[in-house]
């Protein structure tokens, strides 16, 4: 199957277009591109000092690499870079880096109608971000994290890997691995159980997780004298990695609002 490109399509003489690449009605490749091989991209997008990996599916009207929304961005060489397999829908925006020199994003994500990623955003792999929601700049996601409809992500913040925000939430404080966090200023209400028994976390990891959860936020400790308490017992990465979050962190780390409720059916 070779490249389509739509008649209509105003193509930069210098882009780089891999093998099998369709190119739709009306879409707009600009300076500095390079497409991998088998990605599609829908009518009316515009993409521009960008590098798509391979497989990607751009369904229309999505703006990637545009220019940051920065008022101290003066036009410099930077750039927005994706790798594979991901699917972005209608009138989502990517927009390239400002004070570093690109913004990222994995493979395997989704961006649903409306979301944005703004510049010096880092995104891992298989991200789910849902309509409209949005991640200002120097944000990072972790991979795996589900970003709900509505959401808003303040300049600067994490969120950890594994984590979800529900509708509406407004994070401003990082965000750690694997917990539910919601609400006006985000914060915990609970970890993603459903989440990680659905991406193969065993039993025994879920109840070391759910350990340093609550020592972290319920134990009555300083966080930094719940982290000693917590790295004197060896855990495992996946529970150590929750440390290493918060030790990391410059904004702060969100606290729940209020004592967790223990539901034993959570923990089968």
Not at 16 to 33: A, H, K, S, T, W
Not at 144 to 154: D, K, P, Q, W
């Amino acid at each position: 199957m070779a490249t389509k490109i739509h008649p209509t399509a105003v193509i930069d003489p210098k882009a780089q277009l891999g093998e099998n690449v369709e190119i739709g009605p009306y879409v707009v490749i600009g300076e500095d591109v390079q497409i991998g091989s088998g990605t599609k991209i829908g009518p009316h997008c515009i993409i521009e000092f960008s590098t798509l990996g391979k497989d990607n599916l751009l369904t229309g009207a999505a703006y990637v690499g545009m220019p940051p929304q920065d008022w101290s961005y003066k036009g410099e060489h930077k750039r927005f870079v994706m790798g594979d397999s991901n699917v972005i829908r209608e009138g989502v925006t990517l927009h390239r880096g400002a004070h570093s020199d690109v913004t990222t994003m994995g493979s395997n994500c989704m961006l649903m109608a409306n979301s944005h990623i703004g510049h010096d955003c880092r995104v891992g792999n298989n991200v789910i971000m849902v309509n409209s929601s949005a991640a200002a700049g120097h944000v990072e996601i972790g991979d795996r994290a589900t970003i709900s409809g509505l959401v808003g992500i303040h300049q600067f913040t994490r969120i950890g890997k594994f984590a979800m925000i529900s509708g509406g939430g407004m994070a401003n404080q990082d965000i750690v691995p694997y917990v539910i966090a919601q609400g006006d200023r985000a914060r915990p209400v609970n970890l993603n159980l459903v989440g990680l028994k659905r991406n193969g976390f065993s039993r025994e990891s879920i109840k070391l997780i759910k350990h340093t959860f609550k020592t972290l936020f319920y134990a009555g400790l300083t966080m930094k004298d719940a982290i000693a308490k917590l790295r004197a017992e060896n855990l495992p990465p996946e529970a150590a990695l929750m440390l290493d979050f918060c030790e990391a962190s410059k904004r702060g780390v969100a606290r729940p609002r209020r004592t967790i409720r223990d539901n034993d059916e959570n923990d089968d």
